[in-house]
């Protein structure tokens, strides 16, 4: 059992209010300073790392890379400017490339 | 169809054969291993798909709130009462064996108080404690109530931000061990068992061709020794037979 901090990477409207519950907010508009963000609080003991998906859709690197590590998590959540699912849709993609069949579109078209 | 270049002996038969008997029984393994991950992986991700999208249901009424907030007061405002806090929130993390894939698990803790601030003075530290029970870390003055309502509900999505976290990291590591898994399985199904297959049934063969081969090489040679002997004591019974 360790410990880990926890922080949020996005532009400054999605992101500011997590500064209000604790976690640590890097601002930033540029994907790619996203990503050397996320590699210098991975060196800082940051476990759970959440990005705007907006920026995580324009450089696919953020996900990518650390998807087989165990830390950091790197989690998506949406952003203020665009509603564009990306989380979702990536989701559904991975479930499609593990099982080959894509189970979560057959639960969207039941409901 | 693929035949591994091997020497059709007895000894590379009996080391071919004992390596498609382990791939067999690892492939079974193999197949198992993958079907439960499987299992395990669609119950994880249908918990993960329902807490992704309450997630974003609540983060898009925050963001609405942010925006009322940022109707009734100046930016500059905001920034400045979040800034004021401290960015303390800490997790425990522990490591689950799952299906003999390492995944995490957060939860938050407690006393969410970083370990620079434990080392000061204890007063302080009941005095962090205090604010944090009032749940909004800026003071009230000179900021309106819009903003409190966006924190309080970025409170309520915490608990479910952190699951989502434990959910999706052990989605994504269990989806690239089922792709592993997988991959391993259909070489050792099309590639690896049927070749070992194919080679063992043409060394078989080779091999029954050479005995043949012998046995008809020995009747040849047979005949040979036969037809001479004949000769010989034909030739002799005829001199015998002329003599008298």
Redesign the interface.
């Known amino acids: ?6 922080a949020v990477i996005g532009d ?3 992101v ?10 890097v601002t930033t508009d540029d994907p790619l300073e996203a990503y050397r963000i996320i590699e210098e609080l991975v060196k800082k003991q940051y ?2 790392i ?1 990005v705007t998906e907006d920026l995580a859709e324009k450089n696919p690197a953020i996900i990518e890379d650390y ?2 590590k ?2 950091p ?1 790197i ?1 998506l ?2 952003s ?1 400017r665009s ?1 564009e ?1 990306f ?2 849709r990536y ?1 559904q993609e ?2 499609n ?3 080959g069949i894509d ?2 579109k057959e ?1 969207n078209n039941l409901t | 169809m693929a035949v591994m270049r091997v020497n059709p002996n007895r000894m590379e038969l009996m080391r071919l054969r004992g390596q498609l008997n382990v791939a067999r029984r690892g492939h079974k393994l193999l197949k198992d291993k993958r079907d439960e991950l ?1 299992r395990q ?2 119950s994880l ?2 918990r ?2 329902k807490l ?2 309450e ?2 249901k609540l ?2 009424e ?2 609405r709130e ?2 009322l907030a ?1 109707i009734v007061m100046p930016k500059q405002v ?2 400045t009462a ?2 004021s ?11 689950k064996n799952l299906m003999s894939v ?3 698990e ?1 939860y938050v ?1 407690d006393k ?1 108080i ?1 370990e620079d601030y434990v080392d000061e003075k204890a007063s302080k530290r009941a005095d962090i404690q205090n604010k ?1 029970a009032t749940d ?3 003071g009230f003055s000179g900021v309106s109530g819009e ?1 409190d309502f ?2 309080l509900i ?2 309520k999505v ?1 608990p479910i ?2 699951e ?3 959910v ?2 052990t ?6 061990e ?2 592993k898994t997988r991959r391993r399985v259909n070489s050792l199904e099309h590639r690896m068992i049927p070749d070992l297959e194919d080679t063992i049934r043409s060394i078989t063969m080779k091999m029954e061709e050479n005995e043949r081969a012998n046995t008809t090489r020995l009747m040849k040679v047979k005949d040979l020794i036969l037809e001479k002997e004949i000769y010989e004591r034909r030739s002799r019974n005829e001199k015998l037979f002329w003599k008298d």
Not at chain 2, 85 to 95: H, K, P, T
């Open positions: 059992m360790h410990l880990v901090k926890v400054i409207d999605s500011i209010g997590f500064r209000g519950i604790g976690m640590t907010v476990g759970v959440f998807k087989e165990i830390e998590a989690i959540i949406p203020s509603n699912q989380a979702l989701l991975m479930v490339k593990a099982i189970l979560l639960d | 499987m992986f669609i991700i249908k993960n798909q992704r999208l997630v974003e983060l898009s925050y963001n942010m925006v940022h905001i920034e979040l800034y806090g401290y960015d303390n929130l800490i997790l425990q993390a522990e490591r390492q995944v995490p957060y803790q969410t970083i944090s909004i870390p800026y903003l966006a924190i970025l409170r915490l931000m952190i989502l976290a434990t999706e990291k989605t994504q590591l269990l989806a690239g089922i792709a």
